[in-house]
């Protein structure tokens, strides 16, 4: 992106036009995971232009009386293509859009659908109609043309049952947090997966802008004792046998919640806390420097006014 | 310093734009303020690029009111001066530190008001200036948008309040200070400029170690790292003063560092 802007301000109409073109399509590629249930994958990588925001996976179940989403993407223009796409596969319209949590990634896009199909927990949606403006401008700085039309929305259906039919196809609905406020996670009772929402991350570091790392541990206890087969997490590949994002995500919480209070009383700094090792069985996870020194930066100075003491003779 | 800064920055401008200093090397961040940056501070005195002078900063500004850098010179023999600024901010200078008995390091956290060059700038005993430094991409606002402690309205009760920790390592102490303050940039609808200007640590005997200057463009709230060269045992005195005239004291045993820490990288 910072290249692109660059070359914006020295190239001049001929870059402007290549930029654009690239921002027309996102590339929405429904891979079926169970039957009448497939995964978009987002990139696993960081909200960035060459991507478009395109970095959270949504899932598209097909019911007896239509199509339901579990998140829809950045933009109205990605859930726009994704409506698209999905009612293609299923040949019956979407009728049900669940927003797992607040994050732009997973729902800036929801404009693109009647607010009276959009569901998500009651702290989702007073987290939205708190921070989507904020969220929107940072989108809008970052992404510039692919976020065209994306007027901010506010879902307009609280969650506040346990679980919801379609048809005979029953969603099973867990109120959770830790990732935010109000995490969501469903389980499709007939394929047995289990879609985890940002609570859960696979091969690819656990980021945590607005986590709190207790509950959020405490949700992913009761995941894993939830019955299921396979799992999607929020990011990173499809975990076929259901355990491995859990723990994985787990691991990462639990170092970060140990190492980052190491780091100040060993008197890191904010710098070298975000420079410091990761431990080598993270290998395998995308963005880990990346998502750690995001961390740093969102629980260090509250850690350092935990940790240390005071020097002006006041206790 | 402090003020030679600003004189010098009056008097270039009262000499008009057609004056450059011939010797100012070509910027290899291509920042449309290195001219003006370097004849404000450097002047007349010889200046290069020097990769040596490591200025570190994390990949992403996740929060551009609270970016933290650290110049680190501590490869670079005769440092007398270290000044970290940032080019495309409102308030360039963030901070212009003499180590005077400590090494040639610095580590804290500043604005951001847009996309920039963060760099470090590090003087010799003979004048000449030593620069590095990279650009950050970084959201608007860090320098104009109110304070998080202006919104939620308890600056004040927590004014001055200083934390810190002070351990052994090596041939000094790694000394870690933390103020609560606002850090008010004059940028902000009806909050006027307020800020902690100047920063001293000296040992028991009153041997000074280190001072700096300091501008609003340092987060509230700020945090500085510095290395004085002490022993286990000695007793750190720090004091800061902001622009209102009010002092800040905090003393600090240097203790040993814990056992079973981190690896430091140095």
């Known amino acids: 992106m910072n290249l692109s802007r660059r070359s914006l301000l020295c190239g001049g109409a001929a870059v402007l036009c290549a930029s654009n073109a690239r921002a027309t399509e996102y590339q929405i590629e429904p891979m079926p995971i169970a039957e009448g249930l497939w995964l978009v994958r987002g990139a696993d990588e960081p909200i960035q232009h060459s991507n478009g925001g395109a970095i959270a996976n949504i899932v598209i179940i097909a019911t007896p009386v239509g199509t ?78 692919w976020m065209r039309g994306t007027e901010l929305a506010v879902p307009g259906r609280r969650i506040d049952v346990d679980h919801e039919d379609f048809g005979g196809r029953s969603l099973k609905l867990l109120a959770l947090a830790g990732h935010s406020s ?8 007939r394929s047995g997966v289990l879609i985890g929402g940002d609570l859960l991350f696979h091969n690819r570091a656990p980021s945590t802008p607005t986590a709190d790392l207790g509950r959020w541990r405490q949700s992913l ?20 046998a259901g355990m491995e994002a859990i723990s994985q995500t787990r691991d990462w919480i639990d170092w970060l919640e140990a190492a980052l209070p190491d ?53 | 310093m402090h003020k030679a800064i600003v004189a010098t920055a009056l008097l270039m401008a009262g000499q008009g734009t057609g004056w450059a200093n011939p010797a100012f090397p070509q910027d290899p961040l291509a920042s449309p ?50 000044v970290l600024f940032a080019d495309l901010n409102p308030i360039p200078v963030a901070v212009d530190y003499r180590p005077t008995a400590a090494q040639p390091y610095l580590a804290t956290r500043i ?74 940039t004059g ?3 009806n909050i006027s400029t307020y800020y902690i200007e100047t920063l001293s640590v000296k040992d028991s005997g009153g041997k000074s170690l280190g001072d700096m200057d300091i501008w609003a463009s340092v987060s509230e709230d700020p945090a500085f790292t510095i290395l004085p060269i002490v022993h286990d045992g000695e007793t750190l005195t720090i004091d800061a003063r902001d622009t209102n005239g009010r002092d800040y004291g905090g003393r600090i045993k240097v203790s040993p560092r814990p056992s079973g820490t981190l690896a430091l990288s140095q």
């Open chain 2, 33 to 82: 303020m290195w001219e003006a940056h370097a004849r404000t501070l450097f002047g007349d005195d010889p200046v290069r690029f020097d990769d040596r002078v490591h200025v570190i900063f994390p990949e992403i500004a996740e929060n551009q009111r609270v970016f933290p850098v650290a110049v680190d010179a501590r490869g670079i023999p005769g440092v007398k001066r270290i």
């Open chain 2, 187 to 189: 940028l902000v609808e």
């Open chain 1, 263 to 315: 780091a100040v009383t060993s008197g890191l700094d904010m710098v070298e806390a975000g420079n410091m090792p990761i431990p080598p069985r993270f290998a395998s996870l995308v963005a880990a420097r990346y998502e750690l020194q995001r961390s740093v930066s969102h629980f260090y100075p509250g850690l350092e006014e935990k940790l240390l003491p005071r020097i002006d003779g006041h206790p």
């Open chain 1, 221 to 240: 206890t009761t995941l894993q004792a939830l019955p299921h087969q396979g799992a999607i997490p929020g990011h990173g590949p499809y975990d076929p």
């Open chain 1, 182 to 189: 109000a995490d969501l996670a469903l389980l499709d009772e």
């Open chain 1, 68 to 145: 339901v989403l579990c998140d829809c993407g950045p933009s109205v223009r990605f859930a726009r293509q994704l409506k698209a796409t999905a009612e293609r596969l299923t040949g019956k319209p979407v009728v049900r859009v669940y927003l797992t949590h607040l994050h732009p990634d997973h729902g800036l896009g929801l404009a693109a659908f009647d607010p009276a199909i959009v569901a998500a927990l009651p702290g989702t949606i007073t987290d939205i109609a708190r921070d989507g403006r904020g969220f929107s401008d940072a989108m809008y700085r970052m992404l510039d043309d």
């Open chain 2, 111 to 184: 604005k951001l008001d847009q996309r920039t060059p963060v760099r470090g700038a590090v003087q010799l005993a003979d004048g000449s200036w030593l620069v590095s430094g990279g650009w950050i991409d970084a959201a608007g606002g860090g320098c104009s948008a109110p304070p998080v402690s202006r919104v939620k309205g308890d600056w004040a009760q927590h004014l001055g309040e200083m934390r810190g920790e002070a351990l052994a390592n090596k041939d000094s102490a790694r000394l870690r200070v933390t103020f609560r303050h606002p850090m008010d």
